[in-house]
Nanobody
């Protein structure tokens, strides 16, 4: 069984920084692209950043220049470093990944349960 577990959320003042992490665990053969989404209160879930297995990155326009996604393949972990945070960055941050489980032939998409980030003005 594969699971994604996020950590590192919390309360931060506007202009501050925070790093969230997501570790994949279980019977994993390979991890492909990993992503961070966020969902603000009353809003739909939006893609924030993507990192491929080859570490190519892509960002939503709203976070370019402020957020950095990275990964540690040895730990099956993805990080999101968030700088110059704004109140509109507030939301639940969800980890998402494409994973090939041991003993299977098909890549599956997995979600974490999310971690809350609150940016106060």
């Amino acid at each position: 069984q594969v699971q994604l577990v996020e950590s590192g959320g919390g309360l931060v003042q506007a202009g501050g920084s925070l790093r969230v992490s997501c570790a994949a665990s279980g019977s994993i053969f390979s991890v492909g692209a990993m992503r961070w989404y966020r969902q603000a209160p009353g809003q739909h879930r939006d893609l924030v950043a993507t990192i491929t297995s080859g570490s190519t990155t892509n960002y939503a326009d709203a976070v370019k220049g402020r957020f950095t996604i990275s990964r540690d393949n040895a730990k099956n972990t993805v990080y999101l470093q968030m700088n110059s945070l704004k109140p509109e960055d507030t939301g639940v941050y969800y980890c998402n990944a494409d994973i090939l489980a041991t003993g299977t032939l098909n890549w599956m998409n997995y979600w974490g349960k999310g971690t809350l980030v609150t940016v106060s003005s």
